[in-house]
């Protein structure tokens, strides 16, 4: 389980296809960094498993199978490109986020960016599958390459951000441009919610 609260960003080094999936080796540098082979770690908000690590060369890697590449942009990321990093939570973690599986539901792309503040805010607007839109409120919560957002508002299937200076500087959201696809994960707790809703109906009928 993870915060979505990005702890630093990585580069990814080396990007190995095969016929099943993607080993990708990703260099990145932790604040008292605890990795060890089988972590989970959240790349963009994917969560995925430690394979190899590099310590001298501050790099870990990982191998993502066909089925997440099919429904996460894990699959369009080049050697050189900057991805969102956070390791799972300890007991002991303060959740200043909110509740962050690593499970992708889809792949949304950004269809509008501004600046305001004199820069200092960036302002995007995110086309969003229609299957997720039931999932997304105003005021409510949303993983976005893994980063925990606030969603300003949802007006049919686009969605309104507004990032700050402290996320724009630790994410790679300071990259993104119209037309960069994101991951997005939705709240649980709305899934929950509508499960709790369905049996509720059939229990009625």
Known sequence: ????????TGKILEKQTTAEGTNFTIQASFLNSDLKLGDSISING???????????????????????????????????????LERAVLPSTRMGGHIVQGH???????VFKTSRDEGKVEVFEVEV??????YIVERGSIAVDGISLTVVSIVNNKMQLVLIPETIQKTNSKFWTVGK????????????????LQNFKLSVL
Not at 1 to 8: A, N, Y
Not at 104 to 110: R, S, Y
Not at 129 to 134: D, R
């Open 1 to 8: 389980m993870f915060t979505g609260l990005i702890e630093t």
């Open 46 to 84: 994917v969560c995925q498993t430690i394979t190899q690590l590099k310590p001298n060369l501050e790099s870990f890697s990982v191998y993502s199978s066909y089925k997440t590449l099919e429904i996460t942009n894990l699959s369009y990321l080049q050697i050189g490109e900057i991805v969102n």
């Open 104 to 110: 992708v539901d889809d792949v949304g792309t950004i």
């Open 129 to 134: 599958p229609l299957h997720l839109t039931p």
């Open 181 to 196: 696809k994101v991951n997005l994960e939705v709240d649980i707790l709305a899934r929950y919610i509508e499960k709790q």
